[in-house]
């Protein structure tokens, strides 16, 4: 079974800017492509951005198009959120997931693996 692990995550104003990243431990058929999602207190889990591993497919939450970029690392099974211009509203936890579809998916039931996630928070 596929181990996500994500890093990245902390505490900045807004405006700035997180680099978030997801290592994965193999890639198998559970994961030819890859998710961000992210929960903010009291709030459902949402989709962020998502990608295949061939950076073919990509697809982005309206709520972070223009500010964020997701990118792989194939070499290192590693996919990255980079995300600029934060804004007070991104304060969630950021959790990486895994599906085997070949293309960017946004459904989280699409998703078979998930990793502990990673706190983001910005501050006005």
């Known amino acids: 079974q596929i181990h996500l692990v994500e890093s990245g995550g902390g505490l900045v104003q807004a405006g700035g800017s997180l680099r978030l990243s997801c290592a994965a431990s193999?890639?198998?058929?559970?994961?030819?492509?890859m998710g961000w999602f992210r929960q903010a207190p009291g709030k459902e889990r949402e989709f962020v951005a998502a990608i295949n591993w061939s950076g073919s497919s990509t697809k982005y939450a309206d709520s972070v198009k223009g500010r964020s970029t997701i990118s792989t690392d194939n070499a290192k099974n590693t996919v990255y959120l980079q995300m600029d211009s934060l804004k007070p509203e991104d304060t969630a936890v950021y959790y990486c997931?895994?599906?085997?579809?070949?293309?960017?998916?946004?459904?989280?039931?699409?998703?078979?693996?998930w990793g502990q996630g990673t706190q983001v928070t910005v501050s006005s």
């Open positions: 193999s890639r198998t058929g559970s994961s030819n492509s």
């Open positions: 997931a895994a599906s085997g579809y070949t293309n960017a998916r946004a459904r989280a039931a699409e998703y078979d693996a």
